[in-house]
């Protein structure tokens, strides 16, 4: 079975760009989140679909980034115009049940960077 | 401020050798700890969940603690091989019913474990 899958694995694009990333979640899998590391930082969650609804996007940085999960199949994270602070890696993660301990996989990861 | 603390940043050990890493957490009320190792250019794999309830619990080589008093948790490896140089991260997640949410998880920064043969 496919893991978490993501798209592209790197991303070079300057300031003032527009930039989307992709994300395929484990089929079945009804959540799934988005989180990120900046350089030197913790990972930070972004936000969390519940099929196509967005259940919590409490850590979205501002209105530069717009997710969407339509069908609710895979999402896509635009970043848009991209910002020099916005460089880092973008996870994306899926799990099938919800609840405290739901266990989440998480994609590869994708670095971008703003240059 | 809910935070993760981990210690040490990194460490460098010898193949078969033990080592035990340690996390501190302020977040309060949480849910549960775990911690997940992430290979250099992919993405976090868990290997322990813990409910506040529960001491300990082992993956293999891999044995996690936890006390939910003095809000520390280790995990030790056992006879370390190669493979397991990776960042380990600690993560802790929110209580939901005191507005915490599913996926809002706080992560420490980890520690790079280095295994040398």
């Known amino acids: 079975e496919a893991g978490v899958t993501q798209f592209p694995s790197h991303s070079v694009i300057e300031k003032g760009q527009t930039v989307t990333l992709r994300c395929d979640p484990i089929s079945g899998h009804d959540n799934l989140y988005w989180y990120r590391r900046v350089m030197g930082k913790e990972i930070k969650f972004l936000l969390h679909?519940?099929?196509?609804?967005?259940?919590?996007e409490s850590g979205m940085p501002n209105n530069r980034f717009l997710a969407e999960r339509t069908g609710g199949t895979y999402s896509t994270l635009k970043v848009q115009p991209a910002e020099l602070e916005d460089s880092g890696v973008y996870f994306c993660?899926?799990?099938?049940?919800?609840?405290?301990?739901?266990?989440?996989?998480f994609g590869q990861g994708t670095r971008l960077t703003v240059v | 401020k809910n935070q993760v603390e981990q210690s040490p940043q990194s460490l460098i050990i010898l193949e078969g050798k033990n080592c035990t890493l340690q996390?501190?957490?302020?977040?309060?009320?949480?849910?549960?700890l775990r911690w997940y190792k992430q290979d250099t250019g992919r993405g976090p794999v868990s290997l322990t969940i813990?409910?506040?309830?529960?001491n300990t619990k082992s993956n293999g080589r891999y044995t996690a603690t936890l006390d939910a008093d003095t809000k520390q948790s280790s995990l030790h490896i056992t006879a370390s091989q190669l493979s397991d140089s990776a960042s380990y991260i600690c993560v802790v997640s929110p209580n939901l019913h005191y507005g915490g949410s599913q996926g809002n998880l706080i992560f420490g920064k980890g520690t790079k474990l280095s295994v040398k043969p």
């Open positions: 813990m409910t506040f309830s529960e």
């Open positions: 996390c501190n957490y302020t977040v309060s009320p949480f849910s549960n």
């Open positions: 679909f519940v099929k196509e609804s967005k259940q919590d």
């Open positions: 993660a899926s799990s099938q049940v919800e609840g405290v301990l739901a266990e989440a996989f």
